[in-house]
């Protein structure tokens, strides 16, 4: 019995023993673990560049996913599967989680070697498949659940939810000349503003005047009233008025935005807009246009998904879009007033931009309020909670303050010897064929903003309103900006022109000199 007992005893000494061994095994496991989590860690949040992620792994530590596993992908078109816990959801509360989706894509693609993958959050039920050209390195096509635009889609569905029509204000035109704007049908009628001082950012300017007109095919898209305009325009309002007497006569402002002090309302046929620099900015309210057209255009787009037919038939059919552009980064057409924007700019929501003052037919039969009613979008339409005109008179606003930005950087970097204009900003921008669009905004607002009808080669101030410049084959000009008014100084062919110095009077340019 004793022997019995013994051994009974060695045996769970063993065991013990054995015990003992595995967690010490175990300790010494999660010990390496955790170093090699924490090494990792340290590792990727030293991380500076997105070349620096090379494994899938680095990527999930850094953005502070689980990851799990991965696979040679069950999909035939995909190369690898990953399996992760992906830290959110693609919304919380409404909020879009965009930004945080796009970084683990890229940070993927990029550590993958851009091979075609997926990523596979079993919990959150989430796939997100990738589509990757290795040559270029780039990413072609990303789905979110099967769907292209995920985020654009969901935030136009977010929106269409929050929608509702813009409060109309009553507004009492007192304006002389916007009152015969608006009784012309706002055709541009020039002899009723002034005398022409220049043009600028595309508004023809009125300075002592105080009225700035832009106008798109023969009709007046935006007027500017300045601080040199006296007379009341709406209500008893004035430029001058405070933004506070503004309020208290219009009421709770309809749009806003802190940055350029602006306010804004929507009334029955016209927009105002008031900001910190005393303007007040009227936009015309678009409506009774016939957009029959547009829904068939849009159809064709939905069946056959041919965005260059989209925007090419659109804008042949409608002239007065009020922006174009196409180039590397894609394409945008606007129609502000009417509040439709095509989009197919790199790293936007690609596709047909419907804002919150669109009143037509946007496909078949489908107008903005059934849309919202059906809360259905078809591919590639999206719906936005905005006024479109209120989003373009801030945008203007951005770049005007973005062009005097960049005005005062210029001359910031021009040699302190250069000969500089106390009274204007010069602009410059080149263009492809390598020559310069200049534009010329007054330092103080006491004079006209203007701009050079011609791009130029090479130029210089001679005084503060006197500023000569030169074109290579053509010759060389002097632009009195007091007087807006063009001098030839020489012309020739087969001449660089290239001013060198303007010294007592004399100019030299090329090996030659002229006396001014």
Not at 197 to 221: A, H, L, M, Q, W
Not at 328 to 338: D, F, H, M, P, R
Not at 398 to 414: F, G, K, M, P, T
Not at 438 to 448: H, L
């Amino acid at each position: 019995m004793k022997k019995i007992n013994n051994r009974k005893i060695m045996i769970a000494i063993c065991i013990l023993l054995v015990v003992l061994l595995v967690l010490l095994i175990t300790m010494q496991v999660i010990i390496k673990n955790q170093k090699s989590k924490q090494d990792l860690q340290d590792k990727v949040h030293s991380y500076t560049s997105v070349d620096d992620f090379k494994t899938i792994e680095e990527v999930a530590e850094y953005l502070e996913c689980d990851y799990i596993k991965k696979n040679k992908s069950k999909d035939k078109n995909y190369d690898i599967d990953i399996y992760m816990k992906i830290k959110y959801e693609p919304y919380i509360d409404e909020n879009s989680n965009e930004r945080f989706y796009n970084r683990l894509i890229l940070y993927s693609a990029t550590s993958l070697n851009y091979q075609n993958f997926r990523i596979i959050d079993t919990q959150k039920n989430i796939t997100i498949a990738i589509i990757c050209d290795k040559d270029s390195k780039t990413i072609k096509n990303k789905l979110i659940n099967g769907e292209n635009n995920y985020f654009a889609k969901h935030d136009s569905y977010i929106e269409m939810k929050n929608i509702e029509s813009t409060k109309e204000t009553k507004f009492d035109i007192q304006s002389t000349v916007l009152k015969k704007v608006i009784e012309g049908n706002w055709k541009d009628i020039q002899e009723e503003f002034g005398s022409k001082e220049s043009t600028f950012d595309n508004y023809n300017i009125y300075f002592d005047e105080g009225v700035e007109v832009r106008t798109i095919d023969n009709k007046i898209f935006n007027i500017i009233f300045t601080q040199n305009y006296k007379d009341d325009i709406v209500n008893n309002i004035k430029t001058s008025t405070s933004k506070e007497n503004i309020i208290k006569i219009l009421g709770e402002p309809t749009f806003s935005n802190e940055q350029f002090g602006l306010i804004g309302y929507k009334g029955q046929d016209i927009y105002i807009f008031y900001n910190s620099k005393k303007e007040i900015s009227v936009y015309r309210v678009e409506k009774n246009y016939d957009s029959t057209k547009f829904a068939q255009i849009v159809d064709n787009y939905l069946e056959n998904k041919d965005a260059e037919a989209l925007v090419k038939n659109i804008k042949d059919e409608y002239v007065d879009f009020d922006k174009y552009e196409n180039n590397s980064q894609g394409i945008v057409l606007q129609y502000t007033l009417k509040g439709i924007q095509i989009n197919f700019k790199k790293g936007t929501k690609k596709g047909i931009q419907i804002y919150k003052n669109y009143t037509g037919v946007i496909y078949k039969d489908a107008n903005l309020e059934s849309i919202i009613q059906s809360d259905e979008l078809p591919y590639n339409i999206f719906v936005n909670n905005k006024d479109l005109v209120s989003e373009s008179e801030v945008e203007r606003l951005d770049r005007i303050s973005n062009i005097i930005l960049n005005a005062q950087l210029q001359r910031s970097n021009e040699s302190k010897e250069t000969i500089q204009s106390n009274k204007f900003y010069t602009v410059k921008s080149e263009t492809d064929d390598h020559t310069y669009k200049i534009s010329f905004v007054s330092i103080n607002s006491e004079e006209a903003n203007s701009q050079l009808r011609e791009s130029v080669d090479y130029y210089l101030w001679i005084d503060d309103y006197n500023f000569i410049y030169s074109v290579k084959n053509k010759g060389i000009y002097l632009y009195n900006l007091k007087q807006r008014k063009y001098v030839e100084i020489i012309k020739g062919k087969n001449e660089e022109f290239k001013i060198i110095e303007y010294k007592d009077n004399i100019l030299k340019y090329d090996d030659k000199s002229i006396k001014l």
